[in-house]
């Protein structure tokens, strides 16, 4: 597999892998120090002094309003205007994140804009967490060991031939249409090999390969990744944007904004991401324009949903 | 039906002969990718007009026996060879869509019932 020049952050696809399977949620302080409108810059200097951080949200309701940085602790500090309120020092405009969003948005926010810190909420908008480059690099350690020893684990006791114990990632490029399609053929291989009954191997190459398509088509590049056991086929797929604007837009059967060569190889018809809905047993979709866009799908093995299409 | 059948008939050229000559249960009509992908039949023939490799990929996925490129479009040869790995058969005629998809509609022995 060759580089993409492009590509921001060089990591190995475990890394990738991790991530883009870590919510924001799981990697963030969720000790945060905030203050509201009526405090004052010197209060902000003692909390940061205290706890040795570089940024405090400002909040009014749980709501984010505001946040000071060091940057405007300085600048308040070199105007003798400690006693002022934080509404007056504070950047007003705070770019917050959805803790439910996947870590590879985060990253790729990291590397937009240049805050060293980003307050996280939840979906009511509150402030439920912060999260620093600190945050992060500890939350890839303590998972990079965690399946350093499941793999030593694995080592010694190596999966025997013929199980459907699976793990493989794909790594897929913008307008590669050339090997879209070469994860997907490999999966159903592999799961006729062990003979999973035709109708649910439809199914799992139906999910797979729309979304395969959607990676190549669609995204400036990303990954697919498939997890299998006994039970149940996982599909996961990661982009690192341009993001979907409007994700229940691009549920409906019909939408696409795919351009005219995309159409030109035969793709494009809005019927890629409700294909993936209507086969899989469980769906999730989340995106973030500018950020990215994760896909995971699970199709179930289990022989008694057989009969069901 | 089976696909030999499909060589015999006047109107269709074999031009991937490579293949398994098993039974044609249906067909499918359609020129988009994702369509066929998830309503076309295990053992069908599909009718289009896409030349392309892509459709090859889509039809190893979704159990697509044969393939059917209308109106003498040219077909590439990596699409040739993309079937030939995938032991599926393409025929090429000079007849449009809906004529194709009645002619192998009467072969098959009628509109299979919904």
Known sequence: ?309 | MKISEIESLEAFACVQAEYNDVEVRAGYTSDLLSDVMGNADEDSVLITIQAHKNTVAVSSLAGVVAIIICNSRSIPDEMLEAARNEGIAIFETAENQFNTSALIAQHLGGCPAR
């Open chain 1, 1 to 309: 597999m060759d580089g993409e020049p492009r590509e921001p952050l060089q990591s190995s696809l475990r890394v990738q892998e991790l991530i883009y399977g870590l919510r924001i949620s799981e990697v963030m302080t969720s000790k945060v120090f905030a203050v509201s409108r009526n405090c004052t810059m010197r209060d902000v200097q003692t909390i940061m002094k205290n706890n040795s951080i570089t940024g405090v949200p400002v909040v009014d309701n749980k709501r984010v309003v505001g946040i000071v940085t060091m940057n405007d602790l300085m600048n308040a500090l070199e105007q003798g205007a400690m006693g002022d309120g934080v509404v007056k020092w504070m950047v007003g405009e705070v770019q917050t994140l959805a803790e439910d969003m996947p870590l590879s948005f985060a990253i790729s926010a990291f590397g937009k804009f240049s805050f060293r810190q980003f307050p996280v909420v939840n979906k009511k908008n509150e402030l439920t967490g912060i999260l620093t480059f600190r945050n992060i690099n500890h939350a890839l350690i303590r998972e990079l060991s965690r399946q350093l020893r499941e793999m030593e684990q694995q080592h010694e006791n190596p999966v025997e031939p013929g199980s459907l114990r699976f793990n493989k990632v794909y790594q897929l490029h913008r307008y590669d249409f050339e090997n879209g399609g070469k994860a997907s053929s490999e999966i159903k291989r592999f799961l006729k090999e062990r003979g999973i009954p035709p109708k649910t191997l439809r199914r799992v190459a139906v999910a797979s390969y729309e979304l395969e398509i959607n990676l190549v088509a669609h995204s400036i590049g990303g990954m697919l990744g498939f997890d299998i056991n006994e039970k149940r086929v996982k599909i996961s797929a990661h982009d690192r944007g341009p993001g979907i604007e409007d994700t229940e837009k691009a549920m409906t059967e019909g939408f696409s904004t795919a351009n005219e060569w995309i159409r030109s190889q035969g793709f494009g018809a809005g019927m890629g991401l409700p294909n993936v809905k209507r086969v899989s047993d469980e769906f999730a979709i989340e995106s973030a324009v500018g950020m990215g866009t994760m896909v995971q799908a699970v199709i179930h093995l289990n022989p008694e949903k057989e009969n069901e299409d």
